[in-house]
């Protein structure tokens, strides 16, 4: 069955406390995986896309690192705006076109 | 160059009225979806269109019904609207290859 996991589901940082969220997957026929961030009330927003075992990608204080199984999103030095919900998402093709698995989401908060 | 945009931003239905969220983007996307938001469910595709004249059941299209009139336009129906209806809805938009997608600002119903 094709299956998106997030973990943890939440998670509490103070401010420049490093720390990894995880994805992991059992997607067949992976295209890509995809790192989006969330604010309350507005829409996800593209962060990241991987394609294959071993990529890693930067911006700012993030860093997307994939493996067969899984990816993480390390957040070195996180400050107050950081906080979001952070969504990881699996493109797989199908005969009908792409197809997009969502996982639930972290939600992250930063203390100052 | 606005993206992906929705309308309306909210609506209030009762049980059994009918309504149309409507989607458009400017990005010159082969692919959009649209999707249900839910406490602790994530990102469930209803329905996704491929490209333009072609449309697909996703997870969860039970109660809906899409039209993609035209490249730029995506249309979700609900014919007879329930309270287990109520939910955030997003629309997207990606490429045919290996593009990301990107998602409007959602949609707010309640079904009462």
């Known amino acids: 069955e094709d299956q998106v996991t997030q973990s943890p589901e939440a998670l509490r940082l103070q401010e420049g406390e490093s720390s990894s969220l995880n994805c992991s997957y059992t997607v067949s026929g992976l295209r890509g995986l995809f790192w989006y961030r969330q604010d309350p009330g507005k829409g996800p927003e593209f962060l990241f896309t991987?394609?294959?075992a071993g990529e890693e990608k930067e911006k700012e204080r993030l860093k997307a690192t994939l493996t067969k199984k899984e990816s993480f999103l390390h957040i070195t030095a996180p400050k107050p705006e950081d906080s979001a919900t952070y969504l990881c998402a699996v493109q797989a093709w199908r005969n009908t076109g792409n197809q997009f698995y969502f996982g639930t989401g972290t939600s992250l908060t930063v203390i100052p | 160059n606005a993206g992906v945009t929705q309308t309306p931003k909210f609506q209030v239905l009762k049980t059994g009225q009918s309504m149309t969220l409507q989607c458009a983007q400017d990005?010159?996307?082969?692919?959009m979806y649209w999707y249900r938001q839910d406490p602790g469910m994530g990102l469930r595709l209803i329905y996704y269109s491929a490209s333009e004249g072609t449309t697909d059941k996703g997870e969860v299209p039970n109660g809906y019904n899409v039209s993609r009139l035209n490249k730029r336009e995506f249309s979700l129906r609900l014919e007879s609207a329930a309270p287990s209806q109520t939910s955030v809805y997003f629309c997207s938009g990606a490429g045919s290859g290996w593009e990301t997608q990107y998602f409007g600002p959602g949609t707010r119903l309640l079904v009462l």
């Open positions: 991987l394609y294959s």
């Open positions: 990005m010159n996307h082969n692919s």
